[in-house]
Structures are given as structure tokens and as C-alpha cells.
């Protein structure tokens, strides 16, 4: 698979990820959070069972280890997404995920015990200054909302580095389904433990079930796994933080939504640190320019070697 095409499909992810949360959002109103995460990594995993059968047939301890791992830090990342979301909007979910894009580098910054460069310190700092904009400018009155999906952003920020060295060693396809399938294992153990299972009665919890698990699971974590390997990191970060522009046209189409002045302005600092941190500009140029697949390798291997 070329870069060019990687890049087009990783941009597809983000656009199915920017659903997941209308779909989130409407899902809660009638759902158990830990049941909105059964059904949707349940029913994504059965359907990637039936699609990929073959693929899957060849299972082994450390495919089975890594799954479970990957599984669940989905599931605490997920998870505390849908319990924030009933604080605050599914927009400014999305741009507090997007810092995930920063977190990265500096948990690798903490393996590698290097500092990060330049552009992404900067970047650390724009987009916390956005995060205080977009909680209303109030430092000290943090929503819990806003404090879950941090908590879910960093969550995701170890998946990905994990990811990164878990793809080099077991058949990535193969990862991002049976990752579906332990989150939906640790989603039921939940539900037994803290709650108990109630299942859609509604046309529109079945809509926000469906549409979590065809688009966001089946399709945006799979495809991410499988994808990530044909493209550099600086690339998969940067596609990756059109997320949450996405969740924001359409939450303003679907759901309405509007954040006040401040929290457009938050959006705006967390995007340019964002953007800041993974040089945007060099990004972009690779994004239409391509780079020779041996290239791509070259740089990936530097990366999980680091």
C-alpha cells in the first residue's frame, strides 16, 4: 500500500471517529454506558469474526497478550468518554481527545528519556492554555467531564505508542479485531459487577449502537491497526487531530451544538498546539507529496526503536 493511500484511508478513520460521538451522545440517553460498550465492541467483534475468519485462525500466547492489553486500555479509554459526555458537549470531547496527538511524543519522550523537541514543547503549552480556555477560562472548577476525557486522551496516547511496537510482531489485522473482543470481555465484567444489562428498546438506541459499532469499531480501530504501518507517525498524529473538527461540523449539524466564545477560542489554542506540535507544515507538504515506501519503513523502524 502506498503513503498516499494510507493517508487517504487514516482520514476516513477520523471522519468515522468525529460520529462516534453523535452517536455517543444519543446512545447515553437511553443506555448504560457499560452496556453502550458491550453491544458496540460485541457486535463490531462478531461481524470482523465473520468477514476475517480465515485471517483469524492463527492464534498464539502473544497475540492473545497483546490483545488483552490493547483491549483494555480501549476500554479505559472509551469508557470514561461516554460517562464525561454528561457534563459537557460531544464538541469539546472531541477537541480535549485531540491532545492525545501531543501526549504521545511525550510519553515517548518519558521511555526514551529524551526531552521533546522544540515545536512540541511549544505545542505542550498552546494547547494547555486551550484547555483552560475551553473549561471556561476557570482553572480551578475543572468539569468532571473535562477530567475523563484527559483521562481517556492519555489512555489512548499508551495504546497508540503500544501499538506502534504490538504491529511489528503479531498480524496487525488480526490485533484490532480480538482487541474488540477482550474491550466487549472487560465492558460485560462491568456490567456484572457494577450494574445490570439492559439492551435497546428504542429505534434510536439501536441507530447510536449500530453506528458506534459499524463505523467507529469495526471499521475506524481496524483499519487504524492494519493502516498505521503504511504511514509515518507525524502523518497518523496529524490526520488524527481532524477528529475533532469532524465531531464538531457534526455535532453543529445533528445535535445542534455550540460552544460559547471562550470555548471557540479553547478549540482554536488546543488545534494550533496541536498542529504545532507535529509540524503541520512539513506534515502537510508529505501528506500531498508522498514519500518512497522505503522511506516510510526507514522512518517507522526509527521510531519503535527509539
Known amino acids: 500500500m502506498s503513503t498516499k493511500k494510507a493517508n487517504l484511508i487514516l482520514t476516513t478513520c477520523s471522519m468515522a ?20 460498550m458491550a453491544l458496540r ?24 497478550l497483546y490483545s488483552a492489553i490493547t483491549g483494555f486500555l480501549l476500554f479505559t479509554n472509551l469508557t470514561p468518554i461516554l460517562y464525561g459526555l454528561n457534563t459537557i458537549t460531544a464538541s469539546q470531547s472531541g477537541f480535549i481527545l485531540s491532545t492525545t496527538v501531543v501526549l ?9 528519556r529524551k526531552l521533546p523537541e522544540h515545536h512540541v514543547r511549544l505545542g505542550i503549552i498552546i494547547v494547555l492554555i486551550g484547555m483552560v480556555l475551553i473549561n471556561g477560562g ?32 503479531v498480524n496487525p489485522l488480526a490485533l484490532g479485531v480480538y482487541q474488540q473482543g477482550f474491550t466487549c470481555l472487560y465492558s460485560v465484567i462491568g456490567l456484572l459487577v457494577f450494574g445490570s444489562p439492559i439492551f435497546p428498546n428504542t429505534a434510536l438506541d439501536w441507530i447510536s449502537v449500530l453506528g458506534l459499532a459499524l463505523l467507529s469499531s469495526a471499521y475506524g480501530f481496524v483499519v487504524q491497526t492494519v493502516v498505521q504501518q503504511y504511514t509515518t507517525p507525524e502523518n497518523t498524529g496529524f490526520l488524527f487531530s481532524l477528529e475533532p473538527i469532524f465531531a464538531a461540523i457534526f455535532s453543529y449539524i445533528f445535535l445542534h451544538e455550540k ?3 471562550m470555548g471557540y477560542l479553547g478549540a482554536v489554542f488546543i488545534l494550533a498546539g496541536v498542529f504545532t506540535a507535529i509540524d503541520a507544515k512539513s506534515t502537510v507538504m508529505e501528506l500531498f507529496t508522498g514519500k518512497p515506501d522505503a522511506e516510510v519503513i526507514a522512518k517507522n523502524n526509527e521510531f519503535h526503536t527509539k
Open 259 to 261: 460552544l460559547p466564545a
Open 41 to 64: 465492541t460485541g457486535i463490531a467483534f462478531l461481524l470482523l469474526v465473520l468477514i476475517f475468519f480465515k485471517r483469524l485462525l492463527k492464534v498464539n500466547k502473544r497475540l492473545l
Open 104 to 112: 504521545v511524543p511525550i510519553i515517548h519522550a518519558i521511555i526514551s
Open 17 to 36: 471517529w468525529g460520529t462516534s460521538y453523535i452517536f455517543m451522545k444519543l446512545g447515553i440517553e437511553g443506555l448504560s454506558p457499560l452496556m453502550l
Open 138 to 169: 476557570d482553572i480551578f472548577s475543572v468539569k468532571p467531564g473535562t477530567l475523563l476525557c484527559m483521562l481517556s486522551a492519555f489512555s489512548y496516547s499508551i495504546n497508540i505508542v503500544l501499538n506502534s511496537y504490538f504491529t511489528r510482531h
